[in-house]
């Protein structure tokens, strides 16, 4: 359980620190906790997973007196947020986002948003993704994580949840008012290929691009694409642990 009344929040995000979706989750931790703290990458870096900058030096800039600016990657910004940043005032919870688009299926092993969730949930802080998902590029509907965001984390954050566990948060593409409700999913299945760009560039040489998941229109009841595309908030649980343990105890028991 997390007392979000008392509660150092700290905020970070793949789009970057000026990214609108950055602004919507401030508005939302502000409502909820009784200090936020940011702390996000200078560019966008969206699809960059859990990657962390090895080989050059990394750069913070100060915005305000609890705004920060890192020059690498989410993972990047809440590694640098918590062991130095904030090492003298430790947050209690760190949310990541709001994205632009949604965070589902195996989008979170791409995602730099659930990526930074990770990060500070291997250090031992509690951590929620949040997204807004969206039909139309053109037509985010912020308002939506917006309105119904407080209520989310006060919930969660009453109920709490394993320290090697983190939470991925999906708003679906409706308006506030017809959101259906809130359902516990687990990670749905889309990946059926990448739409791929191929083209030759001003020296004549190959090209390729990588585009979009092809699109499904279908999803197995009870994921995180299907309660998204039924007008609910969809809430996942997302395990650091990926050993699968039935494969374990097959082996274990065949190889020993």
């Known amino acids: 359980m997390i007392d979000l009344s008392q509660a150092r929040i700290l905020i970070s995000n793949d789009d970057g620190i000026h990214a609108p979706g950055l602004k919507v989750l401030e508005h939302i931790a502000k409502e909820v906790a009784k200090e936020v703290w940011v702390v996000a990458p200078e560019t966008e870096q969206s699809?960059?997973?859990?990657?962390?900058?090895?080989?050059r030096p990394l750069r913070i800039h100060k915005h305000s007196d609890q705004r920060f600016s890192v020059d690498g990657t989410p993972t990047d910004s809440v590694l640098?947020?918590?062991?130095?940043?904030?090492?003298?005032?430790?947050?209690?919870?760190?949310?990541?986002?709001?994205?632009?688009?949604g965070n589902l299926g195996e989008d979170i092993t791409y995602s730099g948003t659930v990526a930074a969730a990770m990060e500070a949930t291997l250090?031992?802080?509690?951590?929620?993704?949040?997204?807004?998902?969206?039909?139309?590029?053109?037509?985010?509907k912020w308002a939506t994580a917006q309105t119904h965001g407080p209520d989310v984390l006060r919930k969660l954050a009453a109920i709490g949840w394993p320290k090697n566990t983190l939470i991925n948060v999906n708003f679906p593409d409706v308006v506030a008012k017809s959101v259906q409700g809130i359902e516990v999913t687990q990670q749905g299945r889309r990946k059926i290929g990448d739409d791929l760009a191929k083209g030759i560039d001003p020296r004549g040489e190959e090209y390729f691009w990588v585009g979009a998941l092809r699109s499904?229109?279908?999803?197995?009841?009870?994921?995180?694409?299907?309660?998204?595309?039924?007008?609910?908030?969809?809430?996942?649980?997302?395990?650091?642990?990926?050993?699968?343990?039935?494969?374990?105890?097959?082996?274990q028991g065949e190889l020993l």
Do not use: C, W
């Open 47 to 55: 699809a960059t997973g859990h990657s962390l900058t090895l080989r």
């Open 80 to 101: 640098l947020a918590l062991n130095e940043i904030m090492k003298d005032n430790p947050p209690d919870l760190v949310l990541s986002g709001v994205n632009r688009g």
């Open 123 to 140: 250090l031992g802080v509690p951590a929620i993704a949040l997204s807004q998902f969206y039909a139309d590029p053109d037509r985010v």
């Open 216 to 251: 499904q229109q279908t999803f197995h009841e009870g994921t995180d694409l299907y309660a998204i595309t039924h007008g609910k908030i969809s809430i996942t649980p997302i395990s650091l642990d990926f050993t699968d343990y039935s494969t374990l105890t097959d082996l």
